[in-house]
């Protein structure tokens, strides 16, 4: 079981990044898909997740109307649009599941992670 994330970069303020994550090892398209990320000396966040029927949940409330999640099956790849992004969005970006198909309410019940990608927003 493999997740790799990737499209990380420096942007500046109010750019946009795409990041994928990447699955392999498992039938990807029975399972939700969440997104993480860590900023420097904080705990680790939930953003958002993505079910196996493209329903979304957002875990953090400062991405709603700006960061979106989509999925492709054919691809086993889930991404994740973020725009007009703030310094405050700086951080490392990971993806994981729980080999469930719904997103878990619960961020604690992910179990399975990928390795990250570092996304920097700075002018």
């Known amino acids: 079981v493999q997740l790799q994330a990737s499209g990380g970069g420096l942007v500046q303020p109010g750019g946009s990044l795409k990041l994928a994550c990447e699955a392999s090892g498992f039938f990807f398209k029975y399972y939700a898909i969440g997104w993480f990320r860590q900023a420097p000396g904080k705990e680790r966040e939930g953003v958002l997740c993505i079910s196996s029927i493209d329903t979304s949940t957002y875990y953090a409330d400062s991405v709603k109307g700006r960061f979106t999640i989509s999925r492709d099956n054919a691809k086993d790849t889930v991404y994740l649009q973020m725009n007009s992004l703030k310094p405050e969005d700086t951080a490392i970006y990971y993806c994981?599941?729980?080999?469930?198909?719904?997103?878990?309410?619960?961020?604690?019940?992910?179990?399975?992670w990928g390795q990250g990608t570092q996304v920097t927003v700075s002018s």
């Open positions: 994981a599941t729980d080999f469930t198909s719904m997103c878990p309410a619960a961020t604690m019940r992910y179990d399975h």
